[in-house]
């Protein structure tokens, strides 16, 4: 079975930094297009930024210059480091991995992705 466990959550003020981790099992990390999404309360959920198959990386335009996605193979877990957190950030945070899909563009898109993790709150204010 595939599981995805997001991890690194929490409340921080504006301009602060949290590093959220999402560990899989029974999907490899880097052999898959995986990625992190959001979803403020009321709103649709929002690609933030994603991993592919080839090792490139793309980031959101709302999160570009603050969020970077990385992975580390040996420990099977991705990352995402969230550095000068506004408000508008808060919302939970979900890993996700696809299996088909041929994770190219830019574009991050919920549809794609077959597994997800159960989320891990971020809360940004003053």
């Known amino acids: 079975q595939v599981q995805l466990v997001e991890s690194g959550g929490g409340s921080v003020q504006p301009g602060g930094s949290l590093r959220l981790s999402c560990a899989a099992s029974?999907?490899?990390?880097?052999?898959?297009?995986m990625a992190w999404f959001h979803q403020a309360p009321g709103k649709q959920r929002e690609g933030v930024a994603k991993?592919?198959?080839?090792?490139?990386?793309y980031v959101a335009d709302s999160a570009k210059g603050r969020f970077t996605i990385s992975s580390d193979s040996a420990k099977n877990i991705l990352y995402l480091q969230m550095n000068s957190l506004k408000p508008d950030d808060t919302a939970i945070y979900y890993c996700?991995?696809?299996?088909?899909?041929?994770?190219?563009?830019?574009?991050?898109?919920?549809?794609?992705?077959?597994?997800w993790g159960q989320g891990t709150q971020v809360t940004v204010s003053s």
């Open positions: 996700a991995a696809a299996v088909f899909h041929v994770c190219t563009g830019s574009d991050i898109v919920a549809s794609n992705y077959n597994y």
């Open positions: 991993l592919d198959k080839s090792g490139s990386t």
């Open positions: 029974g999907v490899t990390v880097g052999s898959r297009c």
